[in-house]
């Protein structure tokens, strides 16, 4: 049976000049939705609280992705949540504990740089959990989930899917550059040379947690100037969807703004 993971089109592609203009019309939207959801457009709306999660290959362009998605928006009514190594602490406890600190609540908005898929993928393909652990594991995100989104969440979920070839060019310009050579690291180019067993981990992963409740958008990235437009617009898709299916009336987008 096919996997999602390979159906993934790397050929999309879009010009800078439209993917800039794109950009800033759902820049506009995006501020519109998080006004409303915050319930500074009408005090009497409560509206439930985004989370944005963003995986990716290493290169893949998630930070650029989250400077665009979080730039228009106050940065009183978003926090953006890296997700490093577990420390001690964290590692004492069930590996979800760690994030629920940070889950946004009602009229919140919160964007993780990574997440608790680290257990599917890095776990995994470290050696720290074998595989019937990684099943387990996925079931109990796919169960996590599902008690977010029944209890007022609205759960967005990216992977940035990139070539090969298209990592390797970008790992090479950011060592030639002096102002991003401090993006790549030995680790990086470590993960690199397991990418066959990230790819295993990746179509387990999306296999296993793709759920109707918590879908998997698989963005091509070989094309920044397309995955950009492609996460923002996305984001405002489902975001709407999921405050129309639970009652709220989104606001429509003014003149000019990107229409959803």
């Known amino acids: 049976m096919t996997n999602r993971v390979d159906e993934i089109d790397l050929s999309l ?8 203009e794109r950009v800033a019309a759902a820049q506009h939207r995006l501020t519109q939705l998080r006004l409303f959801t915050a319930g500074l457009l009408d005090p009497k709306v409560v509206a439930p609280g985004l989370v944005v999660l963003f995986e990716g290959f290493d290169a893949a362009g998630k930070g650029g992705a989250i400077r665009r998605l979080t730039a228009s928006i106050d940065p009183r009514h978003v926090r953006v949540v890296p997700i490093g190594t577990p420390t001690a602490e964290e590692l004492r406890h069930v590996f979800l504990w760690r994030f629920q600190p940070y ?3 009602t009229g919140g908005m919160t964007v993780f740089d990574r997440s608790w898929y680290g257990r599917l993928l ?61 993006k790549l690291t030995p680790e990086d180019w ?3 040379e397991k990418r066959g067993a990230y790819l295993d981990a990746l179509k387990d992963m999306v296999e296993m947690t793709d759920k109707p409740h918590a879908h998997w958008d698989l963005i091509p990235s070989d094309s920044k100037h397309y995955s950009r437009v492609a996460v923002l617009e996305t984001l405002i898709e489902r975001w709407v969807h999921d405050l129309e299916r639970r009652g709220l009336k989104a606001p429509k987008p003014r003149s000019g703004d990107y229409l959803s």
């Open 103 to 105: 889950i946004a609540g």
């Open 13 to 20: 592609s879009m010009d800078k000049a439209k993917s800039i």
């Open 190 to 192: 470590r993960n690199r």
């Open 122 to 182: 890095v776990e995994r393909v470290e050696g720290l959990i074998d595989k019937e652990t990684a099943k387990r594991s996925g079931q109990e995100i796919v169960e996590f989930e599902r008690l977010l989104v029944d209890n007022d969440v609205t759960l967005v979920k990216f992977w940035l899917h990139l070539s090969d070839e298209q990592q390797l060019k970008r790992f090479k310009d950011r060592e030639s550059d002096p102002l991003k050579q401090w």
